[in-house]
């Protein structure tokens, strides 16, 4: 991939780059919990977005995306928030959130080449902002800690993508790091690693279906929750966020919302305990317990916060009781996309081949079946992501 890259940039603008690459992720549990300040457990993937980077003496960026095998030019004075609906606009908005940031950028030619899937829920986006961030910042020789560039490549997505996400995607991106899953208080944004059983392999199924909604259906869950907070807020004054509800708290005053309403902020509340139970698993080596935790996520994600699809109930019906397979849910912002099962090694690949038999003759569909590893974040090619920020210098 790297030196494709580098051949690909030297034919279009006869100079070699400098390489950066950010990861894709998935997340093992923890869905829709980001943007109530609750907790989410994602993986960084060794499924990598690159971009490659070189000076330019203007103030222009020259964009070529392999992937899409199109050219796109960008003039760093004239960018301005919105959304076009093409794939520079992560670009555009990282590049625009950092000038506005105060980060003064240089003009750059750039290729990107990217082996996340696009759209499949494996955070395509947040690998294309965050290696973004990283090409241009270097590029510049400007430095940002990690968790900044998270808020920035967010902040990007919020105003040129017009997508509300929650921190989970960038953070991950810029701070996963190889064997292990990542618990995150999105509030404090405190994390701890958590190691991955050597025995386990991850397993990402697509679907291969995306419903036009996915971007509007997430926006409106969003409302939603607010709309709870609010609700919740006339009785328990002291909240600042969903995350802040009990169980309890939620039975005794679930009058005060309407049944839908009621609903989402349940799968908010038990889908928070349940994080925080699936790290204690994690921590005792219980892979039972965090399998049962991911059966109950997808089925709150179904019928309570319904951003599952009939594809990936399917998806999770046939990886649910198949020898070495210890938990299966749908993975991500949902409305389509991904599936995620954790998998005994021993047993991967023959649950891999049945799993594509399977949901091929159920749906006519083809699935995309990865068997994944824990993966680092974000860095320049070549360096150890543990000892840089995204000034390519030690911490
Ligand atoms: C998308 C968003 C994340 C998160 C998930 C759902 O991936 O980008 O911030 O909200 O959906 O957990």
Known sequence: MVHKLSALFAELHGSSPAIYRAPGRVNLIGEHTDYNDGFVMP?????????????????????????????????????????????SDYVRGV????????????????????????????????????????????????GIDRTTVAHMCQKAEHL????????????????G????????????????????????????CNTMVKHEHASGGYNTRRRECEEGLHGLAQVLPGIRALRDVTRDE????????????YKRVRHVVTENDRVKEAASALETGDIAKLGKLMAD??????????????????????????????????????????????????H??????????N??????????????????????VGEDPRETDAKGRSE
């Open 250 to 261: 939620l039975e005794k005053h679930r009058d005060c919302l309407s049944p839908v309403i």
């Open 297 to 346: 996520s997808h089925q709150s994600l179904r019928d309570d916060y319904e951003v599952s699809t009939s594809e990936l109930d399917l998806m999770v019906e046939l990886a649910n009781g198949q020898e070495g397979v210890y938990g299966a849910r749908m993975t991500g912002g949902g409305f389509g996309g991904c599936t995620i099962n954790l998998v005994d090694a021993a």
């Open 43 to 87: 993986v960084a993937l060794d499924l990598y977005t690159y971009v490659a980077v070189s000076p330019r003496a203007d103030r222009r960026l020259r964009v070529y995306s392999e992937n899409l095998r199109e050219m796109c030019d960008l003039d760093l004075d004239l960018i301005r928030p919105g959304r076009s609906g093409h794939w």
């Open 348 to 357: 991967a690949e023959e649950v891999q081949q049945r799993l594509q038999r």
């Open 95 to 142: 590049a625009g959130v950092l000038e506005s940031s105060g980060y003064r950028l240089r003009g750059a030619d750039l290729a990107i080449m990217s082996e996340v899937p696009l759209g499949s829920g494996l955070s395509s986006s947040a690998a294309l902002e965050v290696s973004t961030a990283w090409a241009l910042l270097s590029n510049s020789q400007l």
């Open 177 to 204: 790091r190889a064997g292990h899953a990542l618990m995150l208080d999105c509030r404090s944004l405190e994390f701890q690693l958590l190691p991955v059983p050597s025995q386990l392999r991850l397993m990402v």
């Open 359 to 380: 949901y091929e003759a159920k749906t006519g569909l083809k699935p995309t079946i990865l068997i994944c590893e824990a993966s680092d974040g974000a860095g320049a």
């Open 160 to 175: 040129y993508a017009e997508t509300m996400c929650g921190i989970m995607d960038q953070f991950i991106s810029c701070h």
